[in-house]
C-alpha cells in the first residue's frame, strides 16, 4: 500500500502542495497542512469527492487552484 493515498486520489492537490512547498517553503506548507488536518483554518482542500483538512467558512465561496497564480523562480534563481 502507498504510504501517501492522497497524493493518488487527489493528485491535483498533490501538485500544487508541491509547488506551494517548493515556492514557499516545506516547514511552513507542512505546518499549515497539519492545522488543518487538526481543525485549524490554516489548510482545506477538495478533490474528486475527498477533501483534507477544515473547511473555516462552509458555505462560503471559496478561492479554487485554476484561479490562482504562484510565482514560479527558475533554477538559476532568477525571476
Given at each position: ?8 486520489t ?70
Amino acid at each position: 500500500m502507498d504510504k501517501k493515498p492522497l497524493r493518488q486520489t487527489m493528485p491535483t492537490v498533490a501538485a500544487w502542495v508541491d509547488e506551494l512547498r517548493e515556492s514557499f517553503g516545506a516547514d511552513g506548507i507542512n505546518a499549515a497542512i497539519r492545522n488543518g488536518v487538526a481543525g485549524g483554518a490554516a489548510f482545506y482542500a477538495t478533490e474528486g469527492g475527498q477533501s483534507i483538512g477544515s473547511d473555516a467558512l462552509p458555505g462560503k465561496r471559496s478561492l479554487r487552484l485554476s484561479e490562482m497564480t504562484l510565482p514560479r523562480t527558475l533554477k538559476d534563481g532568477a525571476k
